[in-house]
């Protein structure tokens, strides 16, 4: 299916550790869905100092190159988390401009 996103990532069952997404552009957002099931995970934010419910079915854009983010530890269940991304060298292989930062 047609997607804005030159890349896509499922991640099941994993700790991601606190990190910044190389490769991206500071003015582009990558979307995370959380599937699985009966888990209670939760998104950290550390430049913000916020963590958010990462249950099934939740949705979030972040700029992930300038976000440092991770999901730790859940309690029950089975997490999936199908990541969206936009890689700069895509854009600069085609010889499309980066988008600017949205106003």
């Not at 991640?11 to 009966?38: C, E, K, M, Q």
């Not at 100092?49 to 983010?69: C, D, F, K, N, R």
């Amino acid at each position: 299916w047609p997607s804005i996103f030159s890349g896509l990532e499922i991640i099941t069952n994993h700790v991601t550790f606190s990190h910044r997404d190389a490769g991206g552009s500071p003015s582009l957002f990558d979307l995370l869905v959380g599937l699985g099931r009966n888990h209670h995970a939760t998104l950290a934010l550390a430049d913000l100092h916020a963590e958010l419910a990462y249950s099934p079915g939740a949705m979030v854009y972040i700029a992930g190159q300038v976000l440092e983010h991770s999901v730790g530890p859940w309690l029950n269940g089975e997490q999936v988390v199908i990541a969206h991304f936009i890689k700069d060298a895509v854009h600069d292989r085609v010889g499309v401009p980066r988008p600017s930062f949205p106003m």
